[in-house]
């Protein structure tokens, strides 16, 4: 089985986890997010390809989701010494090193997809990790601070500021000039399942759906494409995603989350026939069982949908929400 996964950060690495024991034997590729990236200190840190790539190659600081197990940070402390910034983001020891060498490779004229793909070899995760593109994209939030409106790198919304103002408008900058990476259309033509993960819809899965062809290659691909609500109980696992959310327009609920991403249209009929309707990407969703009131909602959009437990609580509980939307790929495919 051939499965393209959409990740963000924290909530998409660690459902590869689960994906991975669910389906050891599955062909995966995990196109990730650098909307995120940012340059620091000289260096170009990409912080969602990294726990990808740290969770799955068993590097990553379990506690707080992101960044190295047993970190130090004498460089940020001599840094800050200097009174060189910012201080608000946190790189460790070790993380630096990962950032020095895929800058010094991107200074060299490699582009980030084969970065990734050498820094890769280091970690085995045991997926093909794809950045969305090589191209450079930053997400931006537009904020009111100091009694003006301007715009922040998404970095500093989330982790300075810890989305404690209303952001009033989210744009990848760049998104809509950039191309996608080597191999990831030719992932998606191939797949026999795509994959939404409990990640940000907005500022994660929504920031590699804005890279021009990646949205219309999941929509032609004639393969399900079920997700996973990153919303319980109308507030968001982990993180701020009702502020993001609210800038969009979107409520913060499971079933608005599913509209959001829209109903597809029906697979292609066996025998040929066009397929027609539905002009979003979701064939399939899942909700947590406390949103189990959702399931008519959202199948009166057009998408299949099922509640079931969705809090990755450890390993066997994460594996299991992937076998759940495993299953309803195969449900939808045979309907």
């Not at 715009?151 to 989305?163: S, T």
């Not at 991403?261 to 292609?268: E, I, M, Q, W």
């Not at 008519?296 to 509980?317: H, K, S, Y």
């Amino acid at each position: 089985m051939r499965i393209v996964v959409l990740a963000g950060g924290i909530g998409g690495a660690r459902f590869l986890r689960g994906l991975k024991a669910a389906a050891p034997d599955a062909d995966i590729t995990v196109i990730g997010n650098t909307g995120d990236d940012i340059h620091l200190f000289g260096l170009k840190v990409c912080p969602d390809l990294d726990t990808v790539m740290y969770t799955l190659g068993g590097g990553i600081n379990e506690e707080q989701g992101w960044g190295r197990a047993d970190e130090t940070f004498r460089v940020k402390e001599e840094l800050a010494a200097y009174g060189v910034g910012p201080e608000w983001f946190g790189l460790g020891d070790r993380d630096f090193a990962t950032h020095i060498v895929r800058t010094q490779m991107l200074s060299a004229g490699y582009p980030l997809s084969a970065v990734t793909e050498a820094l890769c070899d280091r970690w085995q995760p045991g997926v093909r990790l794809l950045p969305m593109s090589d191209d450079r994209i930053e997400t931006h939030v537009a904020v009111d601070e100091d009694g003006e409106r301007r715009a922040i790198h998404f970095q500093e919304y989330w982790v300075r500021l810890r989305a404690s103002v209303p952001a009033h408008a989210v744009v990848p900058v760049g998104a809509d000039q950039a191309e996608p990476a080597p191999g990831v259309l030719e992932a998606i033509a191939e797949a026999d399942v795509v994959l939404f993960p409990p990640s940000n819809p907005v500022v994660s899965v929504g920031t590699i759906l804005a890279v021009p062809g990646i949205r219309e290659a999941i929509a032609e691909a004639g393969v399900p494409v079920i997700g996973l609500s990153p919303i319980v109980g109308d507030a968001p696992v982990r993180g701020m995603a009702d502020k993001v959310l609210a800038a969009v327009g979107v409520e913060s609920t499971a079933a608005a989350v599913a509209r959001h991403y829209g109903a597809a249209r029906p697979l292609a009929a066996r025998d040929g026939e066009e397929r027609a309707g539905g002009a979003g990407l979701l064939h399939g969703w899942l909700v947590d069982s406390v949103d189990a009131g959702a399931v008519q909602e959202v199948a009166a959009a057009g998408i299949r949908c099922r509640a079931v437990p969705l809090m990755m609580t450890d390993l066997d509980a994460t594996a299991a929400m992937a076998r759940e939307a495993l299953a309803l790929a195969e449900e939808v495919r045979a309907s």
